[in-house]
């Protein structure tokens, strides 16, 4: 073996014994473990294992060259193995750590069907993006392969304040989540909200949950008007109270006028607090409730009209208008507005519904109440029945509550109808039995009747009856002339009296 050659095996072990110094002193100085300081670790970690690397393809060339025996090489190897391991260890510490997902937005809205929504944007900011791969030099397989700008298995849901689901569905899923690509999700509100928290799991298990209060739809420009109550029956001559939930969704407005459309001119209307103390015409919103609640009061009239009448259903709009548009609806009531018009002007209302219905009313007069007779005589006393009410009255009924053993008649005994403003009497005939007492004794009449299927009662009268006692007539005779004689005896007295 010549001098080169034994210069060239000195030289490459001075080299592997260098190449193995840095390799054990960077083995000594990472730190996988380290919580504190993970990206400090990734880095010796990637040091360890470019030296194991580069020394393994030394100890390649020279075991080619049969220089080093298959041990030697061996343990080349497990030390880039174990490098190797170590280091992608450190790089998935690294990136699993840096996760983290954002909410870019919530925005709350309502479908047409009036249902409440959620639209949940969110985004992918962990710390795996260009700017990462850059910082730490990874090439460019190995970072594609490990997908540190993909986050996978995102599940959300909405929450309360007392962790119960609130969305519809209760739970979503996104397969992956990419850097620089934000998702939407949209959910359905079971619990009307303006603050909800989102709860987030992900990866490999990381949560994460916030709590949020809920943006509106700038765009809108709008106030959504919701009623529980959008379909009433409502007697004539009554009021009919419809409640308003009033939500702003609207970044440009916050002050709206109220009002109605399509409803007869003979209805009254008017908008009044949810206490029912204020009447209202305007309604404003702020940044702290932009919610609101309103009752709209509707009074029929007593009778029916051409526009107003029984069983008719008659629908109308509720309208809450930006009050710097109120110049472009000039002349609401001049036309018959349809669905179709209100959401093409982009103003937010609700349908509402009124069914007028009549009720008869059963107004009972008697010009008298009492009555005086005797034992064998009967008293005979007529009533009055009205109607007063807005609907016809059928199988007018009277009753009567008699003193024991009493008898009476009644013409007409029933009343077949009795049609609005209508009058009949009724003429009734009461006997005391034969042995009757000395004494006052009270009858009492009702009324009633159906009026569309539903029962009206007339006000109960009472009549007195007074049964006096007979009197002698040769009884009566003698105590006339007993006092005509005492009344004769002194005046006489007197006479003569005077004359002395």
Not at 258 to 266: G, H, K, S
Request: aromatic residues 8%; negative net charge.
């Amino acid at each position: 073996m010549n001098q080169k050659a034994i210069r060239n095996i000195v030289i490459s072990w001075l080299i592997s014994l260098f190449c193995l110094s840095a390799l054990i002193y960077a083995s000594d100085m990472f730190n996988q473990r380290d919580d504190q300081y993970r990206l400090l670790g990734l880095k010796r970690a990637r040091d360890a294992f470019e030296v194991a690397s580069a020394e393994f393809e030394r100890q390649t060339a020279l075991f080619d060259k049969g220089l080093i025996s298959r041990n030697e090489l061996d343990q080349a190897k497990g030390r880039f193995s174990e490098a190797e391991v170590n280091y992608h260890q450190s790089l998935l510490a690294v990136l699993f750590e840096e996760q983290f997902i954002s909410v870019q937005s919530a925005i709350k809205y309502h479908d047409d069907d009036g249902r409440r929504h959620v639209s949940l944007t969110l985004a992918n900011t962990s710390g795996g993006s260009e700017e990462f791969r850059k910082l730490i030099n990874v090439e460019d397989e190995l970072f594609r392969s490990l997908q540190p700008d993909v986050i996978n298995n995102v599940y959300v849901s909405l929450m309360n304040d007392e962790n119960a689901i609130v969305s519809q569905p209760y739970e979503s899923k996104l397969v992956n989540l990419r850097y620089g690509h934000p998702q939407t999700v949209d959910f359905a509100l079971l619990q009307d909200l303006d603050a909800v928290t989102v709860f987030l799991i992900y990866g490999n298990g990381n949560q994460r949950s916030m709590k949020i209060l809920l943006q509106k739809d700038a765009s809108v420009n709008r106030v959504a008007v919701l009623s529980e109550q959008f379909s009433q029956e409502v007697e004539l001559g009554k009021t009919a109270a419809f409640d308003l939930n009033l939500e702003l969704f609207s970044g440009v407005n916050n002050t709206f006028t109220l009002e109605v459309v399509n409803l007869p001119r003979e209805i009254s209307r008017y908008f009044k607090s949810a206490d029912g103390q204020v009447r209202l015409r305007q309604i404003k919103f702020t940044e702290s409730s932009r919610s609101k609640k309103a009752i709209l009061e509707i009074i029929l009239p007593d009778r029916s009209t051409g526009e107003v009448l029984m069983d008719k259903s008659i629908p109308f709009y509720v309208l809450v208008l930006p009050n710097d548009k109120l110049k472009e609806f000039g002349g609401l009531q001049d036309h018959i507005w349809t669905g179709a018009e209100l959401e093409k002007i982009d103003v937010g209302y609700a349908r509402l519904e009124l069914i007028p219905r009549g009720k008869g009313e059963l107004v009972v007069r008697s010009p008298q109440l009492y009555h005086s007779l005797l034992p064998d005589e009967s008293a005979e006393m007529t009533i009055e029945l009205y109607n007063e009410g807005s609907r016809r009255i059928d199988q007018v009924e009277i009753k009567v509550d008699l003193p024991l053993n009493w008898s009476y008649e009644i013409d007409p005994a029933k009343i077949e109808s009795l049609d609005v403003n209508e009058e009949t009497k009724v003429k009734f005939r009461f006997t005391p039995p034969p042995d009757i007492s000395v004494g006052k004794y009270e009858v009492r009449i009702q009324t009633s009747g159906l009026s569309n299927g539903q029962p009206v009662n007339g006000p109960d009268k009472t009549a007195t009856i007074e049964i006096r006692a007979e009197t002698s007539v040769v009884g009566t005779v003698i105590i006339v002339f007993f006092i005509l004689a005492i009344v004769g005896g002194v005046v006489i007295f007197g006479i003569r009296l005077s004359r002395k």
